[in-house]
Every structure is written in C-alpha cells, then in structure tokens.
C-alpha cells in the first residue's frame, strides 16, 4: 500500500531528515535552510523614521525609548533637543510629576494620567528652583532663587527655555516699592502655558497681571492687569482665562500686540468668595467647572454644589453638562485634572474628587455630578478600603492614585529643591526615563 500524501496545507510537518523507505528510492532529503539573523539596527531612513513618528505620535516617551536603543536608530530620527523648548511635537502631554519624597533628590517620578503608566526621571535641573506651576502641555514652570528667572522645563526631554526674572515685571506694577522684600511671594505663578506662536503666558494672580514673552525676549508685556483671571488653563496651544461674564483667550495674532479677546460668554455663574471654579481640559473638551460651599458644622464639614459647563467654542458660549464623559476630575484650590476610571481601579467615573482643605480633617472627598450626592472618605463608608485611602493628607503620605492626586492638585503641591554643589549630568543618551 502506497504511504499517505500529505495535503498541501501540511508540508511544514515534513520531517527534515529521509525515511529508510526514501534512502533505499534515492529520495532527496528535505532541510529547512538555517534562521536568518535580522539586523535591527540596520532598519534605514524609511522604516525607522515611520516607526519613530507613530511612536512620537502615540506618546514622546515612546519616542525617547527607540532613540535610545541604539546609535543607528537616533540617526534617523529627529532629536528633540536639537528644537525649542516649546515644540508641541514633543511636549509631554498627559505627564505630571508627582508629589512625593524620593531618597535621591534629583530623581522623580512622573504619572501618565491617561494610561496609568509610571516612569522615573533623572531631573537635575529641579536644583535651585521652585516648582511654581504645571501646564496643560506637562512643563514645568520652575523659578530661580538666585535669579528670579522664569523657566520651563520638559521632564521627559530635559529641555529648557529661560523666560525673564519676575522681578522686572516691578517697573509695571504700581505697588513696586512696597514689595521689593519679598519679589518670590509677591509674583507667584498661578498659571501658565502656550498662547500661540511660541508665546508663554504667565498669570501672576496675587498681583493680578497676565504678562506674556517667548524665549530671548528682552521684556514682558503686558496683556491685563488689576482684574482676576482665575481660573486659567492652556488649551490647545492658546491660553484662556476667566472673568465674571466671560471666558477670554490671549490673542497673539494678525501682527497686533497680546491682548485678551472673548473666546465665549460665561452662562456659567461662580463665586470667588463662596467658592472655587476651575477650566480643564476634558479628553480635549474644554471644561468649565464651579464649586460652592455652604452650611459648614462643628467640625467644618460642608455640603458642596458643583456645576460643570461645557465651553462651546465654535457657539461662543457655556452650554450646561450633566456629565464628565465617563472621566473623573480631580481639583484643588487653583488647579484640576482629568483622569480616566479606567486606568485607576477604584476611581468612580462622572465624579469630582476634592480635597475639603477648610474642614478640620482636611478629608478627601468625592461628589457625583449625575445625583449631586457627596461622601467623604473619612466616613468609614468603605471607599477607604477600596480605594486604599490610609489617612495621607495627616501625614501618613500618599498610599493610592486617589491620595496622589489629590497632593498633586494642592495650592501647596509644588516644592522647592535644595540647591548641591553637584554640577547638571547631560548624557548623550535619550534613555532619561526609565519604568519604575
């Protein structure tokens, strides 16, 4: 009887040595060739520069990591050092730094807020400075002690781009002589970030003046003074800020010199004095969000009312939500993020999570925008346990993302760096970030 055939959907079964029945025919034996050995690093222009601008597309420190790999790789790629500061290619978007003691100083660790992924930067060019503010964009707005330079830096490239010291922005406040002992409180940075053509704006709220510059600027100008912009946020490369009936953008355009236009008139009403109100950016819908406290108790604790307001931009109004999209949002005193439930476990979607800094515990708590109802973790309701809440804001330090979050959007939140003797160590590698 003859053998078998194999079908031909089979043939890689073969076995790669002749049976006795094939050597006594004369059959020829059948050999796979042996594996060949893939040069990576020898991709070419091509390949490496589509894989590099899907990767930098997804996310920069993606991007940094190929360019690490190997010198072939880096050659054929854009160096985000090699371009300003203020490149929204490589702006680490989504990257905060969190709030936290790490044994060694120059060391930090920064969270994507969309993904949940953590990495560990090398960041000696914290030393000597305040962290006196983020942006949307994820810069970090440092000030100088000796200086009282303004600069920003991007965590995840080490660049840096040096503005102007917030000590000549006295020769345009009228109160200049009585606050030249202390030029750090005085102008402290409330916020920051793009308003448009490689342009920063700064929002010094304590004296209420909105000044922007770029890079190499020799001076400030300034775009408004003696009115509260809070809150104030950079979106989608331009700043905005608000006032009572309106929300206002900085114009840099057409040739003309900065100044505050309407964006969209405020439907949205909010109080400074009862309450708090913020604009984020909403998986890149602009936010407006309000909060107001009333009936405090013995021990401080108070029924909070929130609103949230889409800013319709192309309608030029605030338009009423009754829901984040499915996010969260977390707020403090002067600052907000949003934040995906998905990539936190025990995060609650279509909710505001605050930090009650006026109540006696300084509790952590948690408002349903769909029912308007608000718990507080410290009630032994069970969020505690499920969200790994272990008392930190009284000094237990942080023990879940809630915990982190809630530090991160603090008035207090940014730190100062001791100053070393150590000089700045600048590697000709990109590999600055590291998983933790």
Same mark, same amino acid.
């Given at each position: 009887?003859?053998?078998? %055939?194999?079908r031909? !959907?089979?043939?890689?079964? *073969?076995?790669t /040595?002749?049976?006795?029945r ?8 059948i050999?796979s060739?042996?594996? %060949?050995?893939m040069d ?8 490496s !520069?589509? $894989?590099?601008?899907? *990767? ?9 990591r ?7 790789? +880096?050659? &054929?790629?854009a ?6 500061t203020?490149?929204?290619?490589f702006?680490?978007? +989504? ?6 003691k790490?044994a060694?100083p120059? &060391? +930090?660790?920064? *969270? ?6 953590c990495?560990?930067a ?12 983020? /942006?949307?964009e ?23 781009a ?19 002992a202390?030029?750090?409180?005085d ?6 970030g =793009? ?7 700064? =929002?010094?709220?304590?004296?209420q003046?909105?000044?922007v510059?770029?890079? @190499?600027?020799?001076?400030?100008t300034?775009v408004?003074? !003696? ?7 950079s ?5 905005? &800020? ?10 840099? +355009?057409?040739?003309?010199?900065? %100044? ?6 405020n ?10 109100a913020? *604009?984020?950016?909403?998986?890149g819908? =602009?936010?407006?969000l309000?909060? %107001?406290?009333?009936g ?21 109004? /605030?338009q ?14 002067s600052?907000?993020?949003s934040?995906?439930?998905?990539a936190f476990? !025990?995060?609650e979607k279509?909710?505001v ?11 952590? @708590? ?16 069970? $969020? /505690?346990e499920a ?9 237990y ?35 600055? &970030?590291?998983i933790?």
């Amino acid at each position: 009887m003859n053998a078998k %055939r194999p079908r031909s !959907g089979d043939l890689h079964l *073969l076995p790669t /040595t002749s049976s006795p029945r094939e050597e006594d025919s004369g059959a020829h034996s059948i050999s796979s060739p042996p594996p %060949r050995r893939m040069d990576w690093s020898n991709l070419g222009e091509g390949p490496s !520069g589509m $894989i590099a601008e899907r *990767l930098l597309a997804n996310d920069v420190t993606d991007y940094v990591r190929f360019r690490a790999v190997c010198g072939p790789w +880096r050659q &054929c790629t854009a160096d985000p050092r090699a371009h300003g500061t203020l490149d929204r290619r490589f702006l680490p978007r +989504r990257w905060i730094m969190l709030r936290e003691k790490a044994a060694d100083p120059d &060391c +930090r660790r920064l *969270l994507n807020v969309s993904t949940g992924q953590c990495v560990r930067a090398h960041l000696p060019e914290l030393r000597g400075h305040d962290v006196c503010s983020p /942006t949307v964009e994820g810069l970090l707005v440092l000030l100088n002690w000796s200086t009282y330079v303004i600069r920003l830096l991007n965590p995840l490239t080490r660049q840096v781009a040096d503005l102007l010291p917030a000590t000549t922005l006295y020769s345009l406040y009228w109160r200049a002589g009585t606050y030249d002992a202390y030029p750090r409180l005085d102008f402290e940075v409330s916020g920051a970030g =793009l308003a448009g053509d490689g342009t920063v704006a700064v =929002l010094f709220e304590h004296v209420q003046m909105l000044a922007v510059a770029k890079p @190499g600027d020799e001076e400030w100008t300034l775009v408004k003074q !003696g009115t509260s912009l809070l809150p104030a946020i950079s979106f989608a490369g331009r700043f905005y &800020c608000a006032t009572d009936s309106d929300i206002k953008v900085v114009d840099t +355009r057409d040739n003309q010199p900065p %100044r505050l236009v309407v964006a969209a008139k405020n439907n949205h009403r909010f109080s400074r004095i009862t309450g708090a109100a913020h *604009l984020l950016d909403n998986e890149g819908e =602009l936010i407006f969000l309000s909060r %107001r406290a009333e009936g405090e108790d013995f021990f401080g604790e108070a029924k909070y009312f929130m609103k949230v307001s889409q800013v319709d931009l192309e309608a030029r109004k /605030t338009q009423p939500i009754r829901d984040l999209g499915g996010r969260a949002v977390f707020i403090g005193s002067s600052c907000a993020i949003s934040v995906p439930p998905l990539a936190f476990p !025990g995060i609650e979607k279509n909710s505001v999570y605050f930090l009650d800094e006026g109540s006696y515990f300084q509790s952590i @708590g948690r408002y349903k925008i769909v029912d308007g109802t608000t718990m507080s973790f410290d009630e032994g309701s069970g $969020i /505690t346990e499920a969200c790994g809440f272990n008392n930190s804001i009284r000094g237990y330090g942080p023990h879940s993302i809630i915990d982190y979050l809630s530090q991160y959007v603090k008035k207090d939140t940014f730190e100062s760096f001791a100053e070393k003797d150590a000089s700045d160590s600048d590697s000709d590698s990109d590999a600055n &970030c590291v998983i933790c």
